[in-house]
């Protein structure tokens, strides 16, 4: 049984390990140094296929590869580097299946990447990643799959894509230099990484086509405008900073539901444009009613809520927050646009006004302790107690005697 079973364990690793070469060995790219026998360029290239593409400031010993000018591309513009492994010479040693770890493109679009037919990007092990497609707008990239493992931040620019996912764990900063006529249609988790801290601008301009929920659970530096583009329609914030001074909404049409966990935020600043969203949820216990600045209009033309967990800010704030919504006269016999959920226990029930009439005890949702009226008296919004995980319940004392 014994015999057996190391033979069936050799024959696995033995197919794990022919895969691999086989994965490897499909990417096989040939090192020519300037001047080397058979060089179909005038300065060291690396060639694959129909594929030649110079090189500058390469090691490929050390399995360094800048990529640089492109001198041929196949007629399917496909490129694909991924896991490449060098062979050739670099003029003085024998480079045998040397894997590439360390992968660059150049930095602006004088190299040719632009003019060549480059249909499909992949690529990972990249080190870093600048401006070979677009600058000029007219490149025919349409596909684009990044990876690597030791980039920082998300550089770069991005035209016309239809397609882009970005696999970096480690680059915790968004920073490109910007999206041009990109028409996105894959989901935003493919694009953005929820571990991001800082952001810069651009993702706003991902395209109307990018959906799906927008997740940022170590955000530390928000200060770009229009973080969510047009068509994801989730947003799920931890904010560990504690100045949340942006735009997030701007532009963001499709956004309905956000949360926001922002625990040591001393400094609160949602506003704009987020009139279509429809169910919010802030957890920031540390916002005080100081932050009279807070803007965050509500829809008026659909039923919405906003679940504050933490303690209550002050009035005006509240009302700033829920200005958009249709006010609510007290002798119409209509429901209210608006419903804030709270806890009684942190503060809340004192910004209620009174249920009114007949109308209103009757048609107030279940634990509902009253509405908020804006300073003109306007009914705008239900309260409803809703329980936090922040509320100070009173304990229970045993006596021993």
Not at 67 to 79: C, R
Not at 98 to 110: E, I, K, Q, Y
Request: hydrophobic share 40%.
């Amino acid at each position: 049984m014994n015999g057996v079973r190391k033979l069936a364990c050799g024959l696995l690793c033995f197919a794990a390990f022919a895969a691999a070469s086989v994965v490897r060995a499909d990417n096989v790219w040939t090192y020519y140094a300037a001047g080397a026998n058979g060089n179909p360029a005038d300065a060291a290239c690396v060639v694959h296929g129909e594929w030649i593409i110079k090189t500058s400031n390469t090691n490929p010993e050390n399995g360094v590869l800048w990529l640089d000018l492109i001198v041929s591309a196949p007629a399917d513009g496909i490129l694909d580097l991924r896991d490449v492994v060098l062979v050739g010479t670099n003029g003085k040693t024998v480079l045998n299946n040397v894997p590439v770890t360390s992968l660059r493109f150049p930095s602006n679009t004088s190299k040719g990447w632009d003019s060549a037919n480059i249909v499909e990007v992949y690529a990972n092990n990249l080190a870093s990643y600048e401006e070979p497609f677009g600058r000029s707008g007219t490149a025919n990239t349409r596909l684009m799959h990044l990876a690597s493992k030791t980039m920082t931040a998300i550089t770069g620019r991005y035209c016309n894509l239809t397609n882009l996912v970005l696999n970096m764990p480690n680059a915790t900063a968004w920073s490109v230099s910007g999206f041009h006529n990109c028409s996105l249609t894959n989901d935003i988790a493919e694009i953005v990484h929820p571990w991001l801290r800082t952001i810069g601008n651009s993702m706003g301009a991902l395209g109307a086509g990018v959906t799906g929920t927008l997740v940022l659970t170590n955000l530390y530096d928000c200060g770009g405008q229009g973080i969510f583009p047009v068509g994801v329609s989730a947003g799920h914030f931890v904010f560990n900073g504690t100045d949340f001074q942006t735009q997030p909404f701007r532009g963001a049409s499709g956004l309905r539901d956000f949360e926001l966990v922002a625990p040591v935020c001393t400094n609160f600043n949602l506003g704009y444009n987020s009139s279509n969203v429809t169910n919010i949820v802030l957890d920031a216990p540390l916002v005080i009613s100081t932050h009279n600045k807070t803007q965050l209009p509500l829809v008026s033309r659909a039923k919405s809520s906003v679940w504050f967990k933490n303690a209550a800010l002050g009035i005006d704030v509240v009302r700033a927050m829920v200005s958009g919504v249709t006010a609510v006269a007290s002798n119409q016999n209509q429901d209210k646009y608006c419903t804030i959920y709270c806890s009684k226990r942190m503060g809340w029930k004192k910004l209620a006004s009174p249920l009114e009439g007949a109308y209103e005890p009757a048609l107030a949702p279940d634990g509902c302790f009253g509405v908020l009226a804006d300073a003109s008296g306007n009914r705008r919004a239900w309260m409803v107690h809703r329980d936090s995980p922040h509320d100070e319940r009173p304990g229970f004392v045993y006596y021993l005697r």
